[in-house]
């Protein structure tokens, strides 16, 4: 009961609560921006009706085996184009980090350098260099390379703040046991920082996920390149199938986004039911 008083009058005393006349206004500001949305969602709802966008020929396309093979293939190249930047951007995030973490400060000091050069370069602008310098002929390896460099010096960054958020004194007690750096690192900070790193890098791999569609800019055929080519046909007299293109190309983004969420939301509940099990018998 005193811990509800307190609470109850430290947010008495940090906000007033609204009067009559108050909450009479944020009714009337609601109901305001919801007309406002609903009025904007009408306009856009019936432009997109006056141009025939929801005619169900334009759904005709999709009925063809060729049209739902290239989406299955430019689902597939997406596919391996993530796996691919995600293996290397998590390899070269985990070098960079450790380069960064280094006592030599040379070597640190070239981290520091590589990890904010390509963490401020535009995405965009590094593939489509990568694609026009070196691999006109390969787009995927442009774009694959584009998004190991910048999202490994991203990856580099979350596993230098995970290891640095382990107690010092986890460090100093291994280094008073005689242990080397790498053995500190390798046994001591790195698997207790794994526990905390896991969903932001699991969370940032949910980004290189969907900056694969910057591939559709250098001609590599992943899926919204596919998409784009899809909805540039157009289908008898009905016009060209963009909102059709769009409703299937755009929830199988949302559905791998979503499964990748997930598994971070399912290793970080599974780290701290662990986390809660090792406490509970070392007490």
């Keep these: ?75 597939l190249a997406t596919l391996e184009a993530f796996a691919l930047a995600a293996v290397l951007s998590l390899a070269l995030g985990a070098l960079l980090a450790a380069g960064r973490l280094s006592d030599h400060r040379s070597v640190r000091w070239a981290a520091t350098t590589f990890v904010q050069f390509f963490r401020a370069m535009p995405l965009l602008i590094l593939i489509v260099a990568l694609y026009y310098a070196f691999f006109a002929k390969e787009p995927m390896w442009a774009l694959v390379l584009g998004l190991t460099l910048y999202n490994g010096s991203v990856q580099a960054e979350i596993i230098r703040t995970g290891v640095n958020a382990v107690p010092r004194g986890q460090g100093e007690a291994a280094y008073a046991l005689g242990l080397r750096k790498t053995q500190v690192m390798t046994t001591i900070l790195v698997p207790q920082a794994v526990r905390s790193m896991l969903p932001s890098m699991i969370g940032q791999l949910v980004v290189t996920l969907k900056d694969t569609s910057l591939g559709f800019i250098i001609t590599y055929h992943e899926l919204l390149f596919v998409g784009k080519a899809i909805a540039s046909q157009p289908i008898n007299a009905a016009g060209f199938p963009y909102i059709p293109v769009v409703l299937v190309i755009g929830p199988i983004y949302i559905a791998m986004c979503l499964l990748l969420t997930a598994l971070a939301r399912w290793i970080e509940a599974r780290g701290r039911r662990g986390a809660n099990r090792r406490t509970s018998a070392a007490a």
């Design 1 to 75: 009961m005193s811990s509800l008083f307190t609470r109850s009058a430290t947010a008495g005393v940090l906000y007033d609560a609204p009067g009559p006349r108050a909450r009479a206004r944020y009714r009337l500001f609601g109901a305001l921006s919801l007309a406002g949305i609903a009025a904007l969602l009408w306009y856009v709802i019936a432009s997109l009706a006056g141009n025939g966008q929801f005619d169900s020929q334009l759904w005709e396309a999709f009925e063809y085996s060729t049209v739902q093979q290239r989406i299955v293939d430019g689902l």
